[in-house]
């Protein structure tokens, strides 16, 4: 199964890569089944959580339950075990488990981050609203890609190792790092490097994020090392912005409970 796709600017060559990645994460009869992505973390390391406050001003969850389709993820036992975090398509929210009770809520946090504001620790929402973005978009590749506008495809590397390079401008009403982004896939559609800018943390953060110890759950691939490095243009330096772990994965075809 394919999607038509409606901007022009997408090419045929660009477009082969695109369908070649969408089958090699289960194609569209997958991702239409897909309701809900599990993940247990492990470990998040790096500048980026450091500076931020990672285990200070707050906690790793116990696990996020993501629907990519939606652009919906929740945090269990976040950031203690009587609360709950939301993320929904940009907004987000932190509640009581019990009672559904809103403790604190922002419909539009990213405007919260503004000039000096993105130098600030962050709290449990701001932390919330930066990995409930990066989860759902993460898991809605490469289907997502569609909705976006081809700024320029590429390939590097030798004819046995060739890398397809797509990169796009995304939509304006997605939650995601920046709307300009690159994305390398390898001969059979995986997707192993991701280049974006972090706006909200900073002019600075500009990232090369590598998808490691990708799996398959239900015929859904899953990277379950995420390990980003830090980037001046294409380059990538073995300086870690973020390095995230996870133990275990689980995938819900069909309805979402």
Not at 47 to 64: D, H, I, Q, Y
Not at 116 to 143: E, V
Not at 157 to 185: K, N, W
Request: with cysteine.
């Amino acid at each position: 199964m394919t999607k038509t796709l409606v901007d022009s600017s997408w090419t045929g060559q660009a477009l082969a890569v695109l369908q070649r990645a969408c089958e090699h994460y289960g194609g569209f009869e997958t991702w239409n089944a897909l309701s809900q992505i599990r993940l247990i973390p492990d470990r998040l390391s790096g500048l980026v959580p450091w500076l931020k406050g990672n285990g200070r001003t707050f906690p790793l969850p116990s696990a996020f339950e993501i629907r990519p389709r939606e652009r919906w993820a929740r945090f269990l036992d976040y950031p203690n075990r009587e609360q709950v975090g939301i993320f929904d398509n940009g907004a987000v929210r932190i509640e009581y488990c019990a009672t559904s009770e809103t403790v604190v809520r922002a419909d539009d946090h990213r405007q919260s981050f503004g000039g000096l504001a993105k130098n600030r620790p962050w709290a449990p929402i701001d932390a919330l609203y930066f990995f409930g973005y990066a989860l759902t978009h993460y898991h809605s590749l490469p289907f997502s890609l569609f909705e976006a506008r081809l700024l320029r495809a590429s390939e590097i590397g030798s004819r046995s190792d060739r890398v397809s390079v797509l990169e796009v401008e995304l939509p304006a009403d997605l939650p995601t790092h920046s709307r300009r982004q690159t994305f390398y896939f390898d001969r059979v559609g995986r997707l192993i490097r991701h280049d974006y800018y972090a706006e909200i943390v900073g002019a600075w953060a500009r990232g090369a994020h590598f998808w490691k110890s990708q799996a398959s759950f239900a015929g859904f691939p899953i990277s379950l090392e995420r390990h980003v490095l830090a980037r001046v243009g294409g380059l990538a330096f073995p300086v870690t912005a973020l390095c995230a772990t996870f133990v275990d994965a689980e995938v819900q075809l069909g309805r979402a409970m």
